[in-house]
Nanobody, 124 residues
């Protein structure tokens, strides 16, 4: 079993930055990847970025590439999502998730464990 807790959300003006954290417990942290997803009001949850268990491989969705950076500190059992140059379209609830394998994908169904989410609001 894996427990995930997101933090770091908040309200920011367009062009600003936030750093989200995903604290994990319950399993050897380095053995599994972590993904970030987001869900805007009235829309489906969609993939944002993912990172391998070692942190050596990352994958970003096209709409955040160059603005968001995913990283992890395995000593702290934490994955981060640094979000820069935010715009109102980034407003959403952000979730971190872990698969039940060493494979990370871009679909919700690729992930088994989910955090409760953290709200990010970007105003123009």
């Amino acid at each position: 079993q894996v427990q995930l807790v997101e933090s770091g959300g908040g309200s920011v003006q367009a062009g600003g930055s936030l750093r989200l954290s995903c604290a994990a417990s319950g399993r050897t942290f380095t053995s599994y990847p972590i993904g970030w997803f987001r869900q805007a009001p009235g829309k489906e949850r969609k993939f944002v970025a993912a990172i391998s268990g070692s942190g050596g491989t990352t994958y970003d969705s096209d709409y955040v590439k160059g603005r968001f950076t995913i990283s992890r500190d395995n000593a702290k059992n934490t994955v981060y999502l640094q979000m820069n140059t935010l715009n109102p379209e980034d407003t959403a609830i952000y979730y971190c998730a872990a698969p039940n394998s060493r494979y990370y994908g871009i679909r919700e169904s690729d992930y088994t464990y989910w955090g409760q989410g953290t709200q990010v609001t970007v105003s123009s």
